[in-house]
C-alpha cells in the first residue's frame, strides 16, 4: 500500500509542473486486508453445500465443490479435502456443538460450507439501439428484446473445527443477462462462479483488484 501511495504522489509531483488541462488515467491494483488468513490452517474442508434450487439438469452442489477445490489447490498453501457434513438445514451453520462434533479436539482444521440457490428466467424489455455516427437520421424505434438471466445466490460460511463458530460468513447474489436464447446454465455458472472467487479470494487471500484513477493536470499559474 505505502508503494502505491508513493507512486501516486511522484505522478502528482511531475503532472504538477505540466502547463495543459488533460487528465491521465491510470490502472492500480489495490490490495485487501485480509479478512480470513488460510495460512494459520493445516487443512480447508470443503464440504457438500445446502441446495435449495438449481438449473434444471445441472448439478450445482457438485459444481460449487469441485470448482472451489481446484481453486483453493491452486491458491491456498494448505492442504485441502472434500468430507460429506451431511448437513440438512440451514440451522446447522450456526451450531457450534454441530462443527465440533465432526472433528472433536481438531485443530488447525477449516470447514468451507454453506447453502446455493441457482435460478434462470427469460426477461423481455423494450431495447432501443445507439445510433452510430454516419447512420440514418431518423430515429429507430425501441424493439421488443429477451434476454436470458441466470442468478447464483451463494451463502457462504468458514467454520473453524476447533471452536464451531464462523470465522467469515457472506451473502453472494451474482446475476449475469446473456442474449443467447440457448445460453446453457453449465456455461453461465462458471461466469457466476468467477465473481464470488474474486471478492472471496480478496478477503481470504488478500488478491489485489485492478482499479481505473484519474489525475487531473492543472494548468500552472
Not at 61 to 78: D, P, S, W
Not at 80 to 94: H, K, R, W, Y
Not at 194 to 207: I, P, W
Request: charged share 35%; glycine share 4%.
Amino acid at each position: 500500500m505505502k508503494k502505491n501511495k508513493l507512486f501516486l504522489v511522484l505522478v502528482l509531483l511531475v503532472l504538477s509542473a505540466c502547463v495543459t488541462n488533460d487528465y491521465w488515467k491510470l490502472k492500480i491494483e489495490i490490495p485487501r486486508k485480509i479478512e480470513v488468513d488460510l495460512e494459520q490452517y493445516d487443512n480447508i474442508v470443503i464440504t457438500p453445500f445446502l441446495v435449495t434450487e438449481e438449473a434444471e439438469g445441472f448439478d450445482l452442489n457438485k459444481e460449487i465443490v469441485k470448482y472451489f477445490v481446484a481453486e483453493l489447490t491452486r491458491k491456498a498453501k494448505t492442504t485441502i479435502s472434500t468430507m460429506d457434513t451431511g448437513v440438512a438445514e440451514n440451522d446447522l451453520f450456526e451450531s457450534s456443538d454441530y462443527w465440533k462434533s465432526l472433528e472433536p479436539d481438531s485443530e488447525g482444521k477449516l470447514f468451507i460450507t454453506g447453502s446455493a440457490q441457482y435460478s434462470t428466467e427469460i426477461r423481455k424489455a423494450l431495447i432501443k439501439k445507439e445510433k452510430k455516427r454516419y447512420e440514418d437520421p431518423f430515429p429507430n424505434p425501441a424493439k421488443l428484446e429477451q434476454r436470458k438471466f441466470y442468478t447464483l445466490n451463494l451463502d457462504l460460511y468458514l467454520i473453524d473445527a476447533k471452536t464451531g463458530t464462523p470465522v467469515y460468513q457472506r451473502e453472494f447474489k451474482e446475476t449475469k443477462a446473456y442474449t443467447n436464447p440457448n445460453q446453457t446454465g453449465y456455461y453461465a455458472f462458471f461466469d457466476l462462479i468467477l465473481q464470488v472467487k474474486d471478492k472471496l479470494f480478496r478477503s481470504v487471500l488478500g488478491e489485489k483488484r485492478l482499479e481505473e484513477r484519474y489525475l487531473i493536470i492543472r494548468e500552472k499559474e
